[in-house]
T-cell receptor
Framework: TQLLEQSPQFLSIQEGENLTVYCNSS?????LQWYRQEPGEGPVLLVT?????EVKKLKRLTFQFGDARKDSSLHITAAQPGDTGLYLC???????????FGKGNQVVVIP | EAQVTQNPRYLITVTGKKLTVTCSQN?????MSWYRQDPGLGLRQIYY???????DKGDVPEGYKVSRKEKRNFPLILESPSPNQTSLYFC?????????FGQGTRLTVV
């Protein structure tokens, strides 16, 4: 059973458009992380959210942790081709001894 | 520069021929792990290690071995590779707040 469900799996948009992707679970987490993976590379951490309802911004990327700490969203404003990549959400579990990942949101921004 | 280094980046091998993928980190992290990434299945943890000489199974440990004799190194061993182990493998080193990944090893078993 997948701990984290990410949707949509694949999203293709034109440069300049906005997009939102989601990471959902039925479990409550102490924190949630978003990573971005570019082709041929390992995932790189973008942000960590820890408080229910928390909103963090990273340039044109806005991350929100759900009030109940079960889900999160990533919104990209005016997407650029450089935003293309696989966005992965991850949560600690097993007493923070392990990190579980969703399957990812593949985002393609067309110039 | 904080780094996790995996070698080799690409490997094609034959069924049954033992191989080792090396992983080294320079951040003095106690925690290291191995993942495999497959289309439609995402990142799945193979093994993890919380410190020297302490290792434990992840979600898909069958067919793999690991060792942690020193803090900086965490090699992944495939004693008898099979075609279903064809995958993209990532080593990760983790602080309390962040996981750092290597660049990946693309393994093909024919």
């Amino acid at each position: 059973t997948q701990l984290l469900e990410q949707s949509p799996q694949f999203l293709s948009i034109q440069e300049g458009e906005n997009l939102t992707v989601y990471c959902n679970s039925s479990s409550v987490f102490s924190s949630l992380q978003w990573y971005r993976q570019e082709p041929g590379e390992g995932p790189v951490l973008l942000v960590t959210v820890v408080t229910g309802g928390e909103v963090k911004k990273l340039k044109r990327l806005t991350f929100q942790f759900g009030d109940a700490r079960k889900d999160s969203s990533l919104h990209i404003t005016a997407a650029q081709p450089g935003d293309t990549g696989l966005y992965l959400c991850a949560v600690p579990f097993y007493g923070n001894n392990r990190l579980a990942f969703g399957k990812g949101n593949q985002v393609v921004v067309i110039p | 520069e904080a780094q996790v280094t995996q070698n080799p980046r690409y490997l094609i091998t034959v069924t049954g021929k033992k191989l080792t993928v090396t992983c080294s980190q320079n951040m003095n992290h106690e925690y290291m792990s191995w993942y495999r990434q497959d289309p439609g299945l995402g990142l799945r943890q193979i093994y993890y290690s919380m410190n020297v000489e302490v290792t434990d199974k992840g979600d898909v440990p069958e067919g793999y071995k690991v060792s942690r004799k020193e803090k900086r190194n965490f090699p992944l061993i495939l004693e008898s590779p099979s075609p279903n182990q064809t995958s993209l493998y990532f080593c990760a080193s983790r602080s309390f707040t962040e996981a750092f990944f290597g660049q990946g090893t693309r393994l093909t078993v024919v």
